[in-house]
């Protein structure tokens, strides 16, 4: 893929978005690992602008691995503030998954007895607790009664 070029006013944009993120990734004294490289991948997915904290690297250091995630990830260096580096591309198309034929259920991963009769239960409880909420609803207010009369008084309370 082509390396990505910003205008001033669109990388001006994605520092303003980039403001009030928070660092996604993490790279410290073991650098750019294949690892860190899926998680900045898996991330840039997710998000398409990411924060990433660099530690224990001096300012050479740190332009070199902005320059490598950029390149090997196919991202445009937005920002470099002291340890955040801020970089941004598009997601990519997710591939849609290939469907398989349903398979017809397999007898041992049936529920079992216990996973029935707790699932039974879990139902008769639910059951037994709003009848016993609507019990106590119309016992406050029973069904065509009038709702309780306010309490303030006009009159003085000697008077009639």
């Given at each position: 893929m082509p390396k990505i070029e910003l205008t001033p006013v669109a990388r001006q944009a994605l520092r303003a978005r980039a403001h009030a993120l928070h660092p996604v990734v993490t790279i410290a004294g073991?650098?750019?690992t294949?690892?860190?490289l899926a998680e900045l991948e898996c991330s840039l997915q997710a998000h398409e602008?990411?924060?990433?904290?660099v530690q224990g690297m001096e300012?050479?250091?740190?332009?070199a691995l902005l320059a490598s995630i950029c390149?090997?990830?196919?991202?445009?260096?937005?920002?470099r503030i002291g340890n955040i580096l801020v970089i941004w591309r598009p997601a990519r198309e997710k591939k849609a998954p290939e469907k398989k034929a349903p398979t017809p259920p397999n007898p041992a991963t049936?529920?079992?007895?216990?996973?029935?009769?707790?699932t039974a239960r879990r139902a008769a409880l639910a059951k037994a607790s709003t009848e016993r909420s609507e019990?106590?609803?119309?016992?406050?207010n029973p069904p065509g009664s009038q709702p309780p009369r306010s309490r303030s008084r006009t009159?003085?309370?000697g008077g009639r």
């Open positions: 073991n650098g750019l294949p690892s860190v602008l990411i924060k990433v904290r300012r050479e250091e740190r332009e390149d090997q990830l196919d991202a445009a260096p937005i920002q049936a529920k079992s007895a216990a996973a029935f009769a707790a019990k106590q609803r119309h016992y406050r009159t003085p309370r």
